[in-house]
């Protein structure tokens, strides 16, 4: 209900608002249209109905609520302002004919201010440069709507406007002079004060420069000095200088600036100017930089430091790189002797000087003389002819602690002439001393070299050249004798020599020789033979010392070790090693005898060695497992059981020399298998010695351990202790893996077992065979190729081998690629950067144990490659061979070479050969535009014809070889248990036809050549030995498993305890170990 009486209110107030007038539609205007006025202006009310024709209405004005206007016709209104008529004004229309109906205007607030203002004038800069302006802005604060007036005035004239009634309130001036300006607006025009006078100077094409009278490029502190201010061609103007500086210190306002001693207050940078009038005046010039430093301190240098008899020395004074300084030369004869002025101010840098003295310099400069600090003295001697020379007495090269020795200076020549001696000594600085020599009583730190020279007492800087320099060397240890015997056993009326010498071989010794006892006296004359000194010869057994002694009082050095010798029996043994091998290696069993000829005497044996292990004192000394401790000279010798006291020399020394374990090499001929040929295997020991028997084995992938290098071998039949290093296989057409190894001695020892050695077939395999996509030998280094397994399995890893000189790397695909399933994906580029080779063959191998055919990919950074099949080509097929850019395209003539002679040059990209024969085999390359591709072998495989031949070859040999073995089992049947046979291995595929394809071989280290390769994978051994010749071995080890692991995790070979992952396979064990 409240709503509904608020509703009917507001109709009835919006009736009565139409019906009686007071509504608000009308504007009130104010011309000028601005907020602030001021008194004294006129302004024009304007008050607009917004409805209907202007003469519809009357008009009144009110002010401040008060009516200041009746109703008129007019509907504007004009009005002189003074301060008091601030406040709010409102129009109010009337209809003419409808006097009840009037309209309000808005409120119009007018601020007046009782002040007329100022106007302000400012300038960008206050001085014209020259051929430029000043811009000068005019404005009225708080107030807009003007425009204004421009003054300006110059000395002895009267002001003159030079703009009037701009709107603009800047203008841009190029005169000097006084400039004033005022804003105007209204109607009657209403002036603002005029300005503040603005004094506008120009600036001279004059230029002032601020200069160092002198010219000097550094100024020191006490020195005087002269700044000045010149202007550039204002030589006939009276200018007024102004100046202004950085430093404390307050120019004068004259063109010089006198300093009468510099200091460092004066540091700084200085500006100047000249002012013709009160409106011209220079730029201020560029700034003068003045800066003080200290009182310098000349360098005196000097040629030399002695003159040489009946030479000179040139001496030099030098402040900085100055050219205007001049040299005072200053000398004393001595430290305490009066200054000489040996030259004058003088512009010379240098002097020669003859006399021998103390000299000195300092330099000048300017007017009054500015001096610079004295320079440090330098020392100049004169050399005389007469020459020092050291020596030392005793002159012994080594001397030992305890020692006397007297070092002694002597001058040559030196006739009544009184010296004193300079000394160089190792434990001091050089040292004045007036007699001739030094007695020392030695110690190590009198060690060093010693030099001497003398000065005459008369003329102190006469003096002789360094004597040369004499080195002691003394000892800090006493020596000590060793004496040796040249035979510590000797038979009954022989004699012994010994020998005694100093440990540190040194000159002037006496030897003394005892017996028994040291503090017994030394032996006489009568019981030693004198040999020479040092060397005597004795006849009786005993304990033997000696020592040595020199000087005066005898210096004596420490006793020798006591030395024993012995008469003995005339029987030498001697020390044999049993097998007598050149080599021993870790791990084998030998035996070393203690062997004495003669007489059928018993013996009771004694051993010495340097080795770690002690020998028994037995004859024999079996070691069941030799290692390296075990290395070392051995003797021995035989003490009768009868007569302990009658014993043997001992032996000469036998040196027993232990190896590591051997490294075996096997090497495979040919490397690449041609139709009909042998595969020749040869096992090489690292150092071929005598007693070796062979082991050979055929290698067979083993993927189960997911490792690449894990291998399992199986022996090859009739393969086992071959006393040959050679094994040859017939009828090999697959590529193949093979090892060997070696053993010798009793129990057998084995080597560990060589690295694997492959053959590789061309021929593709039924059941393992490798393709390569893209199907070309040449690749760009840059290239992605997809080697791919196929055949009879369901798990393959792909193998690359790699040579280069005499590094072999055999890696798997995981470790230059990505293998997917059957699948190997590289990029060449990786290959390359992680093994650093361009060229490898590569093979796939099987769960199963296949080796695949192998192939040859080769990466090349050259701009050009040929692009031809990997796999041989049969005879008949056709082929296309490419030439392949990098980048860019062909667009002139390629050229096609067979066996280095061109075949074909047009603008074809492709060789076709539409049915290939064996006259195409050959090698291939193209070039383009002066490049070369890398040349390539294209195979070419036989004819049908040739197949079927081969084939029926095949066939025939085939039924041979059954009646053979018919035969042959025939006869082991019949043969008598002395006789043994090893029956032929048959392979997993002896149900293939051999059938024939043609290729070139290769050779490792040269170009690639692929050989004739021959199908099928038979392999036909038979062998019949006597059974006494066995050794009671079986022949159900021809299979036998062996791991190979990386080289980097095996241990250190010298490690006694050290198990080797090459396991040894005992032949006479059907397990193996």
Not at 869 to 896: I, Q, W
Not at 944 to 967: A, E, H, K, N
Not at 997 to 1008: A, G, P, R, W
Request: glycine share 6%; proline share 4%; aromatic share 10%.
């Amino acid at each position: 209900m409240g709503l509904t009486a608020l509703s009917v209110l507001s109709l009835f107030l919006l009736n009565i608002t139409l019906c009686c007038g007071d509504a608000q539609d009308a504007e009130l205007s104010l011309k000028p249209n601005v907020s602030h006025l001021f008194a004294g202006e006129s302004v024009t009310f304007i008050c607009d109905m917004r409805e209907g024709n202007a003469t519809d209405w009357l008009y009144k004005f009110n002010w401040n609520a008060q009516e200041m206007v009746q109703f008129t016709k007019s509907s504007s209104y004009s009005l002189y302002l003074t301060a008091e008529l601030s406040g709010n004004y409102q129009c109010i229309g009337r209809r003419n004919d409808l006097t009840d109906f009037t309209k309000q205007s808005n409120n119009l607030t007018l601020s007046i201010s009782a002040l007329r203002p100022t106007a302000t004038i400012t300038a960008d800069k206050i001085t014209i440069p020259v051929g430029g302006s000043v811009t000068l802005t005019c404005s009225v604060q708080g107030s807009a709507g003007w425009t204004y007036d421009w003054f300006r005035q110059i000395p002895d004239s009267y002001e003159v406007a030079i703009n009037t009634n701009t709107l603009q309130n800047f203008i841009s001036v190029s005169d000097e002079g006084i400039y004033r300006c005022r804003g105007r607006r209204g109607n009657p025009v209403f002036f603002t004060n005029l300005s503040k006078v603005y004094h506008i100077q120009k600036t001279l094409s004059n230029r002032a420069f601020v200069t160092l009278q002198q010219n000097w490029t550094q100024i020191f502190s006490g020195e005087m000095i002269t700044i000045k201010c010149e202007i550039q061609g204002g030589e006939n103007t009276e200018w007024q200088y102004e100046w202004r500086t950085t430093s404390s210190k307050t120019p004068p306002t004259h063109s010089e600036y006198n300093i009468s001693r510099a200091s460092f207050s004066y540091n700084g940078q200085y500006w100047c100017k000249g002012r013709r009038d009160v409106f011209f005046s220079t730029a201020w010039s560029d700034a003068f930089t003045l800066k003080v430093s200290n009182k310098p301190r000349p360098t005196i240098t000097a040629d030399r430091r002695t003159i040489p008899a009946g030479g000179n020395a040139t001496l030099s004074c030098s402040v900085g790189s100055y050219n205007e300084w001049k040299y005072f030369w200053f000398r004393r004869a001595s430290v305490f002797s009066e200054i000489q002025v040996i030259r004058n101010k003088e512009p010379d840098q240098m002097i020669t000087v003859t006399q021998g003295g103390i000299y000195y310099c300092k330099g000048g400069r300017g007017n009054p003389v500015f001096f610079t600090e004295d320079s440090h003295p330098v020392t100049i001697e004169k050399r005389v002819s007469n020459k020092a020379v050291v020596s030392l007495e005793p002159s012994w090269p080594l001397i030992f602690s305890g020692e006397k020795i007297t070092v002694r200076c002597q001058i040559s020549l030196g006739g009544r002439t009184e010296w004193e001696y300079e000394w160089s000594k190792p434990d001091s600085s050089t040292v004045l001393a007036n007699d001739a020599s030094i007695n020392l009583n030695a110690s190590v730190i009198s060690s060093g070299s010693y030099r001497c020279m003398g000065k005459n007492k008369q003329e102190l800087y006469s003096v002789t050249e360094w004597s040369d320099v004499i080195t002691l060397t003394v000892s800090g240890n006493r020596p000590k004798t060793s004496i040796s015997a040249d035979n510590r056993v000797f038979l009954e009326g022989d004699t012994v020599t010994l020998t005694c010498s100093v440990t540190l071989s040194t000159p002037g010794w006496s030897y003394y020789w005892y017996r028994g006892k040291k503090t017994s006296d030394p032996l006489t004359m009568a019981e030693v033979v004198l040999h020479s000194d040092g060397q005597v010869g004795v006849s009786q057994e005993g304990d033997y010392w000696c020592r040595g002694g020199r000087g005066n009082p005898v210096y004596y050095t420490d006793y020798s070790d006591v030395t024993s010798i012995k008469q003995t029996v005339r029987n030498r043994p001697a020390v044999t090693l049993h097998p007598n091998w050149p080599e021993v290696y870790s791990r084998e069993t030998i035996t070393l005898k203690c062997e004495i000829p003669g007489e059928d005497t018993e013996w009771d044996y004694e051993w010495a060695t340097s080795s770690s292990h002690q020998p028994p004192n037995q004859n024999e000394y079996k070691i069941n497992s030799v290692s390296t401790s075990h290395r070392g000279h051995y003797w021995c010798k035989g003490r009768m059981r009868s007569a302990q006291q009658n014993s043997t020399m001992w032996s000469a020394s036998f040196q027993l020399k232990i190896d590591y374990e051997p490294r075996l090499v096997l090497t495979v001929s040919p490397s690449w298998l041609s139709p009909g040929a042998s595969v020749t295997l040869n096992c090489e020991v690292e150092h071929p010695s005598a007693g070796w028997s062979f082991y050979w084995y055929k290698a067979v992938p083993d993927l189960k351990t997911y490792s690449y290098e894990y291998y399992i071998y199986e022996l090859l039949p009739d393969g086992s202790g071959t006393a040959q290093d050679s094994y040859i296989i017939h009828g090999q057409t697959h590529t193949a893996g093979y090892v060997c190894r070696a053993g010798r001695g009793d129990p057998e020892y084995h080597t560990d077992p060589s690295q694997p050695k492959l053959v590789w077939s061309a021929d593709l395999n039924s059941a393992a065979s490798l393709t390569v996509s893209p199907n070309s030998v040449q690749h760009f280094i840059y290239d992605s190729v997809t080697l791919n397994c196929s055949g009879n399995s369901s798990q393959w890893r792909v193998m690359t081998f790699t040579q280069h000189r005499y590094l072999r790397k055999l890696r798997e695909c995981g470790n230059w690629g990505i293998m997917t399933e059957s699948t190997c994906n590289t990029d060449l580029y990786r290959y390359h950067r992680l093994h650093r080779y361009q060229d490898a063959v590569y093979w796939c191998e099987s769960e199963s144990g296949q080796f695949s055919n192998g192939i040859n990919i080769t990466a090349h950074f050259t701009g050009v490659i040929l692009v031809s099949p990997v796999h041989p080509v049969n005879e008949g097929d056709s082929v296309a061979l490419g030439c392949k850019l990098r980048t860019g395209n062909f667009n002139s003539t390629v050229a096609f070479y067979k066996n280095g002679k061109l075949i074909q040059n047009d603008d074809r990209e492709k060789l076709n050969i539409p049915a290939v024969s064996k006259s195409d085999e050959g090698f291939y390359k193209c070039e383009y535009s002066g490049h070369e591709s890398p040349q390539s072998l294209m195979s070419v495989k036989g004819s049908r014809s040739s197949l079927s031949v081969s084939l029926i070859t095949g066939l025939v040999s085939g039924v041979s070889l059954i009646l053979l073995l018919s035969l042959l089992l025939c006869c082991w049947h019949k043969k008598p248990k002395g006789t043994l046979c090893i029956r032929p291995a048959q392979s997993q595929e002896t149900s293939q036809t051999a059938a024939t394809v043609q290729t070139m071989s290769q050779d490792e280290n040269q170009q690639q050549i692929y050989s004739s390769l021959l199908h099928g994978d038979m392999n036909v051994y038979e062998s019949c030995r006597p059974s006494e010749n066995t050794g009671g071995r079986t022949d159900d080890y021809r299979n036998i498993s062996l791991q190979l692991r990386s080289a980097g995790q095996r241990r250190k070979r010298d490690d006694p305890e050290e198990t080797s992952d090459y396991h040894n396979v005992d032949p006479n064990s059907a397990t193996g170990p």
